[in-house]
């Protein structure tokens, strides 16, 4: 079985201020890891995506993530914060990598807030 | 190229009625799936139609089921409706089964009183 476990609920940081978001996994198989972010009254926007080969993976918006499989994590990071992100951010893992059909697992979801 | 559109994006229905939920995938992407998202809660995996065929179920009882048509789109339909049922309900679509990532759309907000 696979499961995805977010650090915080809520981070909460100064405008140009590094953003750090958690994501631990859990997975039997080879996982595929997706980070999303969600906006209020919006559906999810995909951020970036780790599939096989290189472990730091880049994004949109200046984010990226870097894939440690032996700490089991798939941690958000951007160098700077900007009012604009401000949301509430999804960590996924899907079970692709072990040939099944690719639903995904999302964690309980951090919300970013950022200070100016 | 155009998203993920659903329909209604607002919905209020009374327990024990029945409803359905409408979605048009991003065109091209032939695998649709369907996730219901509680309030404060992450999404949960309902279900996915690939090319027609129900091809993975999450945790949901049987009177949540769906369809999926020949132009790619999608219907979730969800009989005997329980207050518990009231979330946004997320409809995503990809080409590769998920290895490129899903498209979502914006969700239909069901309120169910």
């Known amino acids: 079985a696979q499961s995805v476990t977010q650090l915080g609920s809520h981070v909460s940081v100064s405008e140009g201020a590094l953003v750090l978001l958690r994501c631990n996994y859990s997975s039997s198989v080879p996982p595929y890891l997706f980070w999303y972010v969600q906006y209020p009254n919006q559906g999810l926007q995909l951020l970036l995506k780790y599939t096989t080969g290189a472990t730091l993976v880049k994004g949109i918006n200046g984010f990226e993530a870097e894939f440690k499989k032996s700490e089991t994590s798939f941690h958000l990071t951007k160098p700077s914060a900007h009012m604009s992100d401000a949301a509430e951010y999804f960590c996924a893992v899907s079970d692709l990598g072990g040939g099944s059909q690719g639903n995904l697992i999302f964690g309980k979801g951090t919300k970013l807030s950022v200070k100016p | 190229e155009t998203g993920v559109t659903q329909s209604p994006t607002h919905l209020i229905k009374t327990r024990g009625q029945q409803v359905t939920l409408r979605c048009s995938s991003q065109?091209?992407?032939?695998?649709v799936s369907w996730y219901q998202q509680a309030l404060g809660q992450g999404p949960q995996f309902i279900f996915q139609?690939?090319?027609?065929?129900?091809?993975g179920r999450g945790n949901f009882p049987p009177r949540f089921s769906g369809l999926q048509f020949p132009n790619y789109s999608s219907e979730l339909n969800v009989n005997a409706l329980e207050l518990d049922d009231s979330a946004l309900y997320l409809c995503a679509s990809s080409l590769l089964q998920g290895r490129d990532g899903y498209t979502f759309g914006s969700g239909t907000r069901l309120t169910v009183v």
């Open positions: 139609y690939y090319r027609e065929e129900e091809n």
């Open positions: 065109s091209g992407h032939n695998t």
